[in-house]
């Protein structure tokens, strides 16, 4: 079966701070995607970035930076000199394969000035 | 592009009836996945459709249904509507549901049942 844990639920910083939000998941399978959303109190689901089981290379763009570690199971994002507008839901998801996405609770951010 | 859209937006109907929701996939995608979210469970998957076959269905009762059309656009119908059925429903699209390919998120449908 196939799991996505995000241990924490809610994270408060202050503007500036740097932020990692936690993602551990959980598959059997050698062949599979990780992905990270960003959910703003409108409702939509952001698309932030994918990585597929193959590529452990991390990734930054811009203020964001993921770290995929296979060895552990996880795939946290750290936002850099967090502002106001990164307040937000944000969910890592796994997806093997079947056509569709199993999240993880998702850790609600918020950025206080 | 345009990106995927659901309309309605928001929707209050009472226990007991039907309700009918409808999503519109990015140009040129075929698949078309749905999401229940809800507080107590979270982002729960629902069904994904693909060339108007149903190749994936979440774990929810058969009063939860959907289909697809020959233009992608899809429906998903919710029969004796509970009230545990309160949620925002998300539709996501991408070009054929692999596995490997970004599902893209519409604005969601507010569904309360009173």
């Known amino acids: 079966a196939q799991k996505v844990t995000q241990a924490q639920t809610e994270i408060s910083v202050v503007e500036k701070e740097d932020v990692t939000l936690d993602c551990v998941y959980e598959t059997r399978d050698t062949t599979y995607y990780l992905f990270w959303y960003k959910q703003p109190p409108s409702g939509e689901l952001v698309f932030l970035i994918r990585?597929?089981?193959?590529?452990?290379q991390n990734e930054i763009s811009g203020r964001y930076s993921w770290n995929f570690q296979k060895s552990t199971s996880s795939f946290n994002f750290t936002i850099t000199a967090s502002q106001v507008v990164d307040s937000a839901v944000y969910f890592c998801a796994l997806n093997t394969g079947f056509q569709k996405l199993v999240f993880g609770t998702g850790t609600r951010l918020l950025v206080s000035p | 592009k345009a990106g995927v859209t659901q309309t309605p937006r928001y929707l209050i109907k009472t226990r007991g009836q039907q309700v009918t929701l409808s999503c519109s996939p990015i140009?040129?995608?075929?698949?078309v996945s749905w999401y229940q979210q809800t507080p107590g469970q979270g982002l729960q998957f629902l069904f994904e459709?693909?060339?108007?076959?149903?190749?994936n269905k979440g774990n929810f009762p058969g009063r939860f249904s959907g289909r697809q059309f020959s233009n992608s656009r899809s429906e998903m119908n919710v029969s004796t509507l509970e009230l545990g059925d309160s949620a925002l429903y998300l539709c996501a699209s991408s070009s054929t549901g692999g596995g490997q390919e970004t599902q893209y998120f519409g604005p969601g449908t507010r569904l309360l049942v009173l």
């Open positions: 140009s040129g995608h075929r698949s």
């Open positions: 990585r597929n089981s193959f590529d452990e």
């Open positions: 459709y693909f060339s108007e076959t149903q190749r």
